[in-house]
């Protein structure tokens, strides 16, 4: 006859294994099975108005490495530097201390915007998805429009000159010497970014950065 010890482990086992079954079918088995049918998007198609904006932000601040390592700012190059910028962000680790998931708890909206949802994630520049569990730094899933370029740039040169107690380190081979000179990656990681929560109605209104409204105002230069 099994002791009571053995019972109470043989009903502790049977409870987590039910626990994890139960897990398992709600955060993997349901959500396949309601967006089966939402397709994944591309790149090229999650493109939208605020990262273009962005994208000629960055030409008009650095037009010489822009031109060098860019050329035009269209929604195909657009499309084209994104991927380069996420692959960056994952090659240097930055999901290592940055999440990207603002979870429904600890007043956690309030701190980084709204929680997302399952389709926010369907689309090639999610993939891997990077929910992330630590936090030496803040959630970056509504990070875009929050800083300017300019702000970005530096932080990855020197980023204690921005934030002063920061733990994160330089990263200077996104430059071509200097701050003002973001090669290739650098452009596509500012990008990139600048891109996550573009499709937010929250997103910050672009007309208040200053280097486009001039162009703007000056068409000729």
Same mark, same amino acid.
């Given at each position: 006859m099994m002791s009571v010890l053995e019972k109470?482990? $043989?009903? %502790? =086992?049977?409870?987590?294994?039910?626990?994890?079954?139960l897990a398992f079918a709600s955060n993997a088995i349901v959500p396949l099975v309601m967006?089966?049918?939402?397709?994944?998007?591309?790149?090229?198609?999650?493109?939208?108005?605020?990262?273009?904006?962005?994208l000629e932000d960055l030409r008009l601040r650095y037009r010489e490495p822009f031109e060098q390592h860019v050329g035009q700012?269209?929604?195909?190059?657009? $499309?084209? %530097? =994104?991927k380069t910028g996420r692959q960056v962000y994952v090659a240097e680790g930055c999901w290592h201390c940055h999440s990207q998931m603002v979870r429904p708890v600890s007043n956690e909206p309030l701190r980084w915007g709204p929680v997302p949802n399952s389709p926010e994630y369907q689309n090639e520049l999610q993939r891997p998805?990077?929910?992330?569990?630590r936090r030496v730094?803040?959630?970056?899933?509504?990070?875009?429009?929050?800083?300017?370029?300019?702000?970005?740039a530096v932080h990855f040169w020197q980023p204690n000159t921005v934030?002063?107690?920061?733990?994160?380190?330089?990263?200077?081979?996104?430059f071509d010497g200097s701050p003002d000179k973001p090669n290739r990656r650098g452009l596509g990681?500012?990008?990139?970014?600048?891109?996550?929560?573009?499709?937010?109605?929250?997103?910050?209104?672009?007309?208040d950065y200053v280097p486009l409204k001039q162009q703007l105002a000056n068409p000729a230069e």
């Open positions: 109470r482990s $043989a009903v %502790l =086992l049977g409870a987590g294994l039910g626990m994890f079954v967006y089966r049918d939402l397709p994944e998007q591309t790149a090229l198609e999650v493109v939208n108005q605020n990262t273009l904006y962005q700012a269209t929604n195909e190059t657009c $499309a084209e %530097l =994104l998805v990077m929910f992330g569990t730094g803040p959630d970056l899933s509504r990070e875009g429009g929050r800083r300017s370029n300019d702000w970005h934030s002063p107690h920061t733990r994160m380190p330089r990263y200077p081979w996104l990681l500012i990008l990139y970014v600048q891109w996550l929560g573009s499709w937010l109605e929250s997103y910050p209104a672009y007309e």
